[in-house]
């Protein structure tokens, strides 16, 4: 069975800088993209960054040059380091596990998630 | 890029069939066959519903079904029932490794 679990979420003052984890089990983690998605307060969801099985890296224009997507596939533990954070950057932030298959056609959506991990920015 | 755009909310009774628009460009929706859909109850995490367009992973009821035309997909519930009330976001991938979400709807169940 899939299980994605977020941790390092909490309060945090403007300008400041949070480190998240998710750790991963239930399938061959190093050969599946995986990606950050965070919903603010009563909003919806976002996509914020990803990242493929053999390391390559995308983000959201709102968090680019801000925020780092990392893997460690020894550990099955997906990152994302933010700084400079900001009230807009306020959200639960879930980890959610990338579905694709070029070769059958299948294209990429999001199978599998997390409970998700607050982060407050706040003074 | 901009959120695609989804009615804020739309409602049905019990058995009846309520259908959710999510538009978005030809560089979205309109531009790749990899249009998903989330079902989010309160509280908890988003849940796949249906993706490339209108495929359903097991275990989704049959009675939720997707399409596409153009630079609009559309989520149907058929037979709709009280544990279909939940908010629902569309996703499409945006080229280059990047996905956008609509701003979701919340369906209610009368």
């Known amino acids: 069975e899939v299980h994605l679990l977020e941790s390092g979420g909490g309060l945090v003052q403007p300008g400041g800088s949070l480190r998240l984890s998710c750790a991963a089990s239930g399938f061959n983690f190093g050969s599946y993209a995986m990606s950050w998605v965070r919903q603010a307060p009563g909003k919806g969801l976002e996509w914020v960054s990803a990242i493929s099985g053999y390391g390559l890296i995308f983000y959201a224009d709102s968090v680019r040059g801000r925020f780092t997507i990392s893997r460690d596939n020894s550990r099955n533990t997906l990152y994302l380091q933010m700084n400079s954070l900001s009230d807009e950057d306020m959200a639960v932030y879930y980890c959610?596990?990338?579905?694709?298959?070029?070769?059958?056609?299948?294209?990429?959506?999001?199978?599998?998630w997390g409970q998700g991990t607050l982060v407050n920015v706040s003074s | 890029q901009s959120a695609l755009t989804q009615p804020r909310s739309v409602s049905g009774s019990p058995g009846q069939s309520v259908s959710i628009a999510c538009t978005g460009t030809?560089?979205?929706?309109?531009?790749?066959?990899?249009v998903s859909w989330y079902q989010q109850h309160p509280g908890k995490a988003p849940q796949l519903m249906i993706y490339d367009v209108s495929k359903r992973p097991s275990g989704v009821p049959d009675r939720f079904s997707g399409s596409k035309s153009a630079n609009t997909a559309s989520l149907t519930i058929s037979g709709l029932q009280a544990e279909d009330e939940a908010d629902y976001y569309c996703?499409?991938?945006?080229?280059?490794?990047?996905?956008?979400f609509g701003g979701g709807t919340k369906v209610t169940v009368l």
């Open positions: 959610a596990k990338v579905s694709e298959d070029a070769s059958a056609g299948m294209g990429p959506h999001f199978d599998y």
């Open positions: 996703c499409s991938y945006g080229g280059i490794n990047t996905f956008i």
């Open positions: 030809g560089s979205d929706v309109g531009g790749y066959k990899f």
